[in-house]
């Protein structure tokens, strides 16, 4: 992956499993955190929209995806205005028990987020971007470094683009770049010699939707069909492993994870597509 991990923008790992001792006597070990994280982000919709009302607001609502299980441990996503995921990060017993444990570590990320310091600035990009440069020093060959060079170019210009906003905001445009990465489409382009302006200003304007992914679940259908025709046994179950392990470690360390749950459900959808060859 060319761009840096979210986590490195995140509330600090330690403080997740730590959260209830934190808060135990505080005001919001009382509060109801489903209902906090909402007005959370209705109140920042409100502000944003310099007072415009309840028509603004109600744009901001926080989207819960539970997980379909007959039986515990529950789990549950919950997906922020500005696109950030994140989930429970507990074993939980029941599925109420797992939308308030990712609604907690949400909320904590959220206020964490909304600090000054935290948004987007010529500061803040050039500590990013410093970041992200050492995560890959060393790594990989002459053509994996063009494609990380070109990465943390495209990353720069998409936080230039966003100063004033916070990660969390940010989130949905960079889960989009990290997908086209990881898909080979962001090679393709660059080998049309579209520029990264052009790449940019299209995918500002697209929401990550159903279309989106199906259209890259298609691509990865075709690159199965493509590996088991030339005897190499196909892709999408060593894929789909690995990004169900990517997912789960990022979810029980409550990480931001939007990136491997989009990839995990994409791939799941290019499953049905061209359904993986059986292991031998």
């Not at 995560?135 to 720069?156: C, E, K, L, P, V």
């Not at 088991?228 to 894929?239: M, S």
Request: glycine residues 8%; charged residues 25%; proline residues 4%.
């Amino acid at each position: 992956m060319v761009y840096p991990e979210a986590s490195r923008w995140g509330a600090p790992d330690a403080i997740a499993p730590l959260y209830d001792d934190v808060y135990r006597d505080g005001v919001i070990s009382t509060v109801n955190v489903v209902e906090a994280l909402q007005e959370f982000w209705q109140a920042k919709a409100s502000r944003g929209a310099g007072g415009a009302g309840a028509g603004a607001a109600a744009g901001a609502l926080v989207i819960y995806e539970s997980v379909p299980a007959a039986h515990p441990p529950y789990v549950c996503y919950v997906t922020l205005p500005g696109g950030a995921c994140f989930g429970s990060f507990q074993n939980c017993p029941t599925k109420a028990e797992a939308r308030r444990s990712a609604a907690k570590i949400a909320l904590m990320n959220s206020v964490f987020n909304d600090h000054e310091s935290r948004l987007i600035s010529d500061h803040f990009i050039e500590k990013a971007v410093a970041e992200a440069r050492a995560s890959f020093a060393g790594a990989g060959d002459n053509a994996h470094s063009q494609d990380t060079n070109a990465g943390i170019a495209a990353f720069r210009f998409m936080l230039e683009a966003n100063k004033g906003r916070t990660m969390l905001e940010f989130q949905e445009l960079m889960t989009v770049f990290q997908l086209l990465h990881w898909n080979g489409s962001l090679r393709a382009m660059r080998e049309r010699q579209c520029s990264r302006q052009e790449v940019v200003a299209h995918y500002s304007a697209r929401a990550l939707d159903d279309a989106m992914r199906e259209q890259m679940a298609l691509e990865w259908a075709a690159k199965e069909r493509e590996s088991v025709a030339a005897g190499n046994g196909g892709v999408l179950r060593g894929e789909l492993a690995r990004a169900e392990r990517e997912l789960r470690a990022a979810r029980l360390a409550a990480r931001e994870l939007r990136f491997p749950k989009e990839k995990r459900d994409i791939l799941v959808l290019a499953a049905r597509v061209a359904p993986p060859q059986p292991q031998q």
